[in-house]
């Protein structure tokens, strides 16, 4: 008879074993009362495992429910749908290859190798999708040798698969299954088909985009948002890298072992380079209109480094630029409004002094100079930092921040004064065709090696800020991203077997029995695909070298 204790509170007493699953089924008002209405588990987490939730319960055990509106659901509801997707095709279309590679507005981006979709190939499989969710098929999950997935992804001609088993340091691989389709999966996928009922399919050339069910209520469909310029920087990238002759993590871990690495860095890196130079070349076209440079982004994208590098190449150009920083006009915390956790909010841009920041950069833009003020983190007041400004001809001003492309913060100068820029890290390189790293994870390990190394905090803090960081970025940072003039992606393809240095032996020091441990597991999941990579051929002036240190920038 299982004792079943939940979140170290709960106990539930049950007369025979059961799975996961049919445990949720018995106890609906009690999962009602922990999640809410809109919101339901997708995963179980048992001591130090995370498991689908067909795990069977025969003996006494401490669990504790994993739920679609964390990080970590969200990713098995992502990967879930992809199975379906893929699952329908091969029934549909069976000579067709399924390739889903980013995510895209709420959506998932994918394509199929070597055919380019019609309208009606789409709804075909959205109605196989849909059928095979009302019937509610179990998915089954099943622990094989690595020898014997090998033979099955040879069978099914998945050469994503086989080359990537060989970078698959344990002997036993998971797979999931319906009937006699396979797929391997590092997380965890839901328990059944039923599961995932709420999508919809929209052609979108030369691929289709998959849209996922609403964050803010899960019954219906999200919806969906074309950005222009986003899908562009991912293509671009996805050129980068086939230049590059990399597809999928197992290439990189080739190129590694190939001992060609360093070309691939030295490439990627002259990448970005040529990227900058090209943006600093479209600035200096617009002069003498243009007097502002705006940049702007999510946290950890490297927006720092980028405005560095952007200086050296307008100087360059003859330009020199006046460097403002947005973070130093924050009002006093009298000022500031709290979060829901009782913080201050410095993630709200009514937190700046904006009628100070227009006031300065009107008496910029006609002639005049100031003194830029400083704001003093620690005491958390603005002081004076002796640094006067103006100016002068072939002078524009630099402003970062992640608010830089609102238009209420810099409302006073006139759009064709402004240029805009948004940097994000578009993170392009799957593990294989269906298993993705999402493009926010990138971001994540940045912060959590750059905050442990420079900040004081440790790997607990990075993830348990990180979703307040993100709802703040979706509430006030993407939104804002259509009013670039371009978007640079500051991903670079190797910075994975890089980061697994510095982030893995402070992931593995996250307990079990905490509440980030399921974060920690599962980027620990994506870094094991990788091999680990030496910080030495990294450049002074890399992007990467904010986060890991080394850089010949001051920050």
Known sequence: MPNVEIRGAI?????SPLTAKELIHKNQELMKNLFGD??????VRIENQIEDLNYLINDDVRLDFINIKSNFGRRVWERSYIFLLNLACEKVFPDLKVVVEHSYHKSLYGR?????PKQR??????????ELAEKDIPIEKIIVPKEEALKIFEERKEEDKIRLLKYISSPQIPLYKVENHYEYSYLPLVPSTGYLKIFSLKLYQPGFVLVLPDDKDLSKVSEFKEIVRLFQAFYEYKNWLEILGLVDVASLNSAIERGEISDVIKVAEALHEKKIVQIADEICSRLPDLKLVLIAGPSSAGKTTFSK???IQLKVNGIKPQVIEMDDYFLPPEYIGRDEFGNYDFDNPKALDIKLLNEHLIILMNGGEVE????????????KSGKIIKLEERSLIVMEGIHGLNPEITSCVPGYMKYHIFVSALTHLNIDNQNRVPTTDARLMRRIVRDSIFRGYGVL?????????RKAEDLYVFPTQERADVMFNSALVYEFSVLRNFAEPMLRAVPPYYPEYPEAKRILDILSHFLPLSPTEVPMTSILREFIGGSSFTY
């Open 11 to 15: 106990r539930i007493w049950e007369e």
């Open 38 to 43: 809109n919101d339901i588990p997708v995963a």
């Open 112 to 116: 199929f190798r070597n055919y380019i």
């Open 121 to 130: 190939d789409l709804e075909l499989i959205e109605e196989k999708m849909k």
């Open 309 to 311: 590098r952007l200086q």
């Open 372 to 383: 830029l003020p400083k704001y003093n983190f620690q005491r958390k007041r603005r002081e």
């Open 461 to 469: 803090d990075s993830i348990r800020q990180w979703p307040s960081v």
